[in-house]
Each structure stands twice: as C-alpha cells, then as structure tokens.
C-alpha cells in the first residue's frame, strides 16, 4: 500500500499520520466540552480508512484533511466542535502571520516574518536533524512562541527555544534508538 504524502500549506510534503488526525479530533472535541476517545477514535479511522481507499496518487493537501474532518464532526453531531476547530485554526493562522523575528541589538539584520517551514530547513542544514524531526522540533517551538502570546520575538530567545527543544528532541530520539536495539 502507497504511503498518503501531505502537503503542508508551506508546500513542504510529509507522510500522513494517522494519529495527527486523531489528535485533531480529540482536540476539537476537547475544546467544546465533549471529549469521548471513541469517538475520536471512530472518526480518525473512518478518514484514513476512506483516504486510503480514495487517493490513488497517494497526495492530499492539509486544507483537504482539514475540511474532512470538519465535515465529519458536522455529519456526526458534533457541529460545535467543527466550529470551534474552525475559529482555532484561523486564530493560530493569525497569530502566526503576527509574529515577527527582531534582530538582536547591535545586527545588521532586518526583521523577518515568522516561518516554522524556514526554521525546519535550518534545522536540516545542519545535517544532525532529519526532515521529519526539524519540522517537529519548529511546531514545538512555534507552540512556545503562539503560547507566549508576542508578536515581537529577538532571534535570541529562538536560538534559545530552539536549542532546548533541539536537545529534548534529539535525547528522545537517542532513547528510543537504546531502546529498539
């Protein structure tokens, strides 16, 4: 069976998981007071059951698997949650396009939009970090950023958010490695 590719809104592309779609309904249901596992559980399948049987060229963009799962949540009752899964992604959207990277006193360097697919690439430069572990060190990162609520962030402190969660990352990573030797 073809693994399902994602594309992100950034145009970068990763396998799907089925557990990020999981967590989406768990969320979406959390988020308005109704959080039965089951069911998010139940939902979760039936998208990749029907992605699986659906996608012959194996590639899905993350708006599609979005309106899915709204649509689910729709057809099952649970229309509260599809709205407020809505109003979460379009804050997050707005809050991310807010955010800008200040130089530190003293640099030459102008300010830059905020970008979690340009702080992945970094990562992979470097050449210790995988695709799939940059991008998910940058998410971690950008939930610190959004969960801090500025809109001002100095490449300082994200060298220091970043240094953090490059070191967890990377020591989970060596754990698990030990452990399914």
Request: aromatic share 4%; charged share 25%.
């Amino acid at each position: 069976m073809m693994q399902i590719r994602v594309v992100k809104a950034d145009g970068q592309i990763e396998p799907y998981l089925h557990t990020k779609v999981l967590g989406t309904f768990h969320h979406a249901l959390a988020a308005v007071g109704d959080a039965p596992v089951f069911a998010a559980e139940q939902m979760a399948e039936a998208v990749t059951f029907y992605l699986y049987r659906q996608k012959e060229h194996g590639q899905i963009t993350a708006d599609e698997i979005h309106l899915m799962v709204e649509s689910v949540l729709s057809a099952t009752g649970f229309a509260h949650a599809a709205e407020a899964l809505n109003r979460h992604r379009l804050t997050r959207r707005l809050k991310r396009r807010r955010i800008e990277v200040l130089a530190d006193p003293g640099d030459d360097e102008p300010t830059a939009e905020w970008s979690k697919s340009r702080l992945a690439q970094s990562l992979t430069r470097s050449g210790e970090i995988d695709p799939l572990t940059a991008r998910a060190i940058a998410g971690a990162v950008e939930e610190k950023v959004i969960a801090m609520n500025i809109t001002r962030l100095r490449k300082s402190l994200l060298r220091q958010l970043i240094a953090g969660d490059v070191e967890s990352f990377l020591d989970a990573r060596r754990q698990l490695d030990a452990v399914t030797v």
